[in-house]
């Protein structure tokens, strides 16, 4: 599969890995390619670079891996060529230039909105599935938990939720699917509080579980 990779932080770093571990072609993108250079280098055959609407054009499935405050520009940019794509929402509306609140990070979103809400709205023919939002990079592949970890998702498109969390699966990760985009509101408020004990004590390798009866 190619997957591309709209990013240039540890994120898409940590991911492009990922897939790269897993045999898919990875593009990495980014408005300045030749910042990537040093990574290309040594990311092997199966990696390239190249700009955010080179990416947009290359992938089957699309991460979109960059600031929340950066997104919807992206968005709105090269929206027309993710039409009908499966684009991977792993952001949040992480206000810049705001210091937390007793550790509780700020959102620029209002509390009955979510950013992929207003992505989903410049773009409506993106399949659009919420994921790796709510935890770090360092635990986003193949985590070493007692437990198999769970990953929250949510999107409009079922078949690309389902894709997605054949992916997800791969990586190590028990899927809980809670839905359309609205659900990207607590999904997203769910880094908050991911973010707290990182901010408190400086633990930043954790991750959530759901537990069932039965």
């Not at 929206?79 to 210091?99: H, M, Q, W, Y």
């Amino acid at each position: 599969m190619k997957i591309a990779i709209l990013g240039s932080g540890v994120v898409g770093e940590t991911l492009a890995k990922g897939f790269l571990d897993e045999g898919h072609h990875v593009m990495r993108g980014t408005r300045e390619p030749a910042k990537l250079a040093d990574w290309h280098k040594g990311a092997g055959a199966n990696a390239s670079v190249g700009t955010f609407a080179e990416c947009a054009a290359f992938g089957d499935v699309v991460i979109l891996s960059v600031k929340g405050a950066a997104a919807e520009s992206i968005i709105a940019d090269i929206g027309g060529a993710l039409a009908s794509k499966i684009v991977i929402d792993t952001t949040n509306p992480i206000a810049e230039g705001e210091k937390p609140d007793n550790a509780v990070i700020r959102y620029f979103t209002e509390q009955n909105e979510s950013l992929m809400e207003r992505l989903q709205a410049k773009a409506p023919k993106v399949r659009f599935v919420k994921a790796f939002n709510s935890v770090g990079a360092y635990v986003m592949v193949k985590p070493k938990f007692p437990m198999k970890p769970t990953m929250f998702i949510c999107g409009n498109d079922a078949d690309a939720k389902k894709d997605v969390s054949g992916l997800l699966d791969a990586f190590g990760w028990n899927v809980e699917d809670l839905g359309a985009v609205e659900a990207a509101r607590p999904i997203e408020a769910l880094c908050q509080l991911w973010c707290i004990p990182g901010f408190l004590r400086n633990d930043w390798k954790h991750a959530y579980a759901n537990m069932k009866l039965g």
